[in-house]
């Protein structure tokens, strides 16, 4: 219960800097003004501008969140160790499994809320060309939000023993690339020969498939994220997790 309460005091608090940062709001304007562009480019698509506003607009939400995430993430405990903040948590008794848990957690409720705020503004531009709610708009959102959560505790992970918050944005953006084609690349190294493609296959298994989660190409059809879907977000999380929480072990704060 001590923990519980720990985790959750250090997951509000890293939240509130969140979003008191200018850097929300700015990222916030920026939103706004990405998807008023999508309602720009719905107009040149005639027949299919339901369908271009809908799929271009989440695909900026994702995008937006995606770099205001990573840039939050990368710097957070780096800021931190900076400002010999980190010294002051635990030298009280806050175990550092917590201090992780509640930075993540606080990171995943930005995310939460720059999807809510940004879904809001995409939904009400789609109204305001006379176009309903898509069935599958709350699937595409959940979708992202596993996306995000699997590559924000990777950055989390990666902050730990990068030299800076740019190699952690650099690394963690090259992982979110290489999600999206897990699946060609294992389609093309099962037909490699011998110990290369094994090789290649381990290394493969170690890449999240960040197809899984995009819902939105599920569009008119009854799309869900079920069990197959949840469970492997969950791995990758608790993985990154624990990996991240053995660096930290390791850091002489």
């Given at each position: 219960m001590k923990d519980l309460f720990l985790a959750r005091a250090v997951a509000f608090n890293s939240f509130s800097e969140s979003v008191r940062n200018r850097f929300f709001t700015l990222f916030a304007v920026f939103a706004f003004t990405a998807v008023y562009a999508s309602v720009l480019a719905g107009v040149m698509a005639v027949d299919q501008e339901a369908r271009v506003l809908t799929d271009f607009g989440l695909a900026l939400i994702e995008l937006t969140a995606l770099a205001y995430s990573l840039f939050g993430v990368s710097s957070s405990l780096l800021k931190e160790a900076e400002t010999k903040t980190i010294y002051l948590v635990f030298s009280r008794p806050v175990p550092r499994r917590v201090y992780l848990a509640g930075k993540l957690a606080g990171a995943l409720l930005t995310a939460g809320l720059m999807l809510a705020i940004m879904g809001a503004i995409h939904l009400s531009l789609l109204a305001f060309r006379g176009f309903g709610l898509p069935e599958f708009y709350a699937w595409a959102l959940a979708g992202t939000f596993l996306k995000l959560a699997v590559i924000i505790s990777f950055a989390f992970f990666v902050s730990l023993f990068s030299t800076s918050a740019v190699s952690t944005l650099v690394i963690s953006s090259i992982m979110w690339t290489l999600g999206h084609f897990a699946a060609?690349?294992?389609f093309m190294a099962e037909r490699l020969p011998g110990f290369k493609g094994i090789v290649f296959n381990v290394f493969l298994w170690l890449i999240p498939?960040?197809?899984?989660?995009?819902?939105r190409d599920a569009a008119g059809a009854?799309?869900?994220?079920g069990p197959g879907v949840i469970v492997p977000a969950a791995s990758w999380v608790a993985a990154s997790y624990l990996a991240a929480l053995w660096l930290l072990a390791r850091k002489e704060f």
């Amino acid at each position: 219960m001590k923990d519980l309460f720990l985790a959750r005091a250090v997951a509000f608090n890293s939240f509130s800097e969140s979003v008191r940062n200018r850097f929300f709001t700015l990222f916030a304007v920026f939103a706004f003004t990405a998807v008023y562009a999508s309602v720009l480019a719905g107009v040149m698509a005639v027949d299919q501008e339901a369908r271009v506003l809908t799929d271009f607009g989440l695909a900026l939400i994702e995008l937006t969140a995606l770099a205001y995430s990573l840039f939050g993430v990368s710097s957070s405990l780096l800021k931190e160790a900076e400002t010999k903040t980190i010294y002051l948590v635990f030298s009280r008794p806050v175990p550092r499994r917590v201090y992780l848990a509640g930075k993540l957690a606080g990171a995943l409720l930005t995310a939460g809320l720059m999807l809510a705020i940004m879904g809001a503004i995409h939904l009400s531009l789609l109204a305001f060309r006379g176009f309903g709610l898509p069935e599958f708009y709350a699937w595409a959102l959940a979708g992202t939000f596993l996306k995000l959560a699997v590559i924000i505790s990777f950055a989390f992970f990666v902050s730990l023993f990068s030299t800076s918050a740019v190699s952690t944005l650099v690394i963690s953006s090259i992982m979110w690339t290489l999600g999206h084609f897990a699946a060609e690349a294992r389609f093309m190294a099962e037909r490699l020969p011998g110990f290369k493609g094994i090789v290649f296959n381990v290394f493969l298994w170690l890449i999240p498939n960040l197809q899984l989660f995009n819902a939105r190409d599920a569009a008119g059809a009854a799309c869900a994220l079920g069990p197959g879907v949840i469970v492997p977000a969950a791995s990758w999380v608790a993985a990154s997790y624990l990996a991240a929480l053995w660096l930290l072990a390791r850091k002489e704060f």
